[in-house]
């Protein structure tokens, strides 16, 4: 019974987050044919590539107080060390997508964070705590704008070494 009910909660948050995610039109989500430790690959249509992509762990529970600290800003600390295992050999952008069963609220975070700084190759940072913010269209936009500046830093400096 309760493998059932986690099962359901995981189905329901991974349509929740297809949902959320798909909202804007340029961008598409669909499950990975293998299992690379996300739930999502998350595609965002590109005038200059034919896409980028960055990969989401999606959560759902009744009790999200087991997944995130009581004031949801932060991912708690167990769940955030098995997330970074579960990710840190990827080599693209990955999220997590929590969200509370009872309410439909979904909270983003970055576990590997896309990472521009001024004339630094851009990079990846593993996070050594998760910070989250409720997943609004303004959130959405901003982890959007992340992956797409951290795509087109790539390919600046790719054409800058020629």
């Known amino acids: ?7 359901f909660f995981a189905e329901r948050a ?6 959320f995610l798909t909202r804007p039109p ?6 990975p ?3 690379y430790g996300i739930d999502l690959l998350v595609s965002v249509k590109s005038s200059e590539r034919s896409a980028e992509l960055f990969g989401v762990v999606v959560k759902g ?8 600290l009581s004031d949801r800003s932060r991912v708690r600390a167990t769940v955030a060390t098995a ?5 840190e050999h990827a080599t693209f952008p ?3 997508l929590i969200f509370d069963m009872r309410t439909d609220e979904g909270y983003f975070g970055w576990v590997l964070q896309p990472r521009v700084a001024g004339s630094v190759s851009p990079g990846l940072t593993l996070q050594s705590s998760i910070d989250v913010a ?12 992340d992956v797409q500046a951290w795509y087109n830093a790539r390919l600046r400096r790719r054409r800058a070494l020629g």
Do not use: F, N, P, W
Request: hydrophobic share 40%; no cysteine; proline share 0%.
């Open 33 to 35: 044919s293998h299992d």
């Open 1 to 7: 019974m309760a493998s059932d009910k986690a099962r």
């Open 134 to 145: 409720a997943l609004d269209e303004e959130r959405l936009e901003h982890v959007v704008a």
């Open 26 to 31: 340029d961008v598409s989500v669909e499950r």
């Open 61 to 68: 529970d009744i009790e999200v107080e087991k997944t995130l």
């Open 83 to 87: 997330l970074r295992k579960q990710v």
């Open 94 to 96: 990955i999220g997590v």
């Open 14 to 19: 991974e349509y929740l987050a297809t949902m």
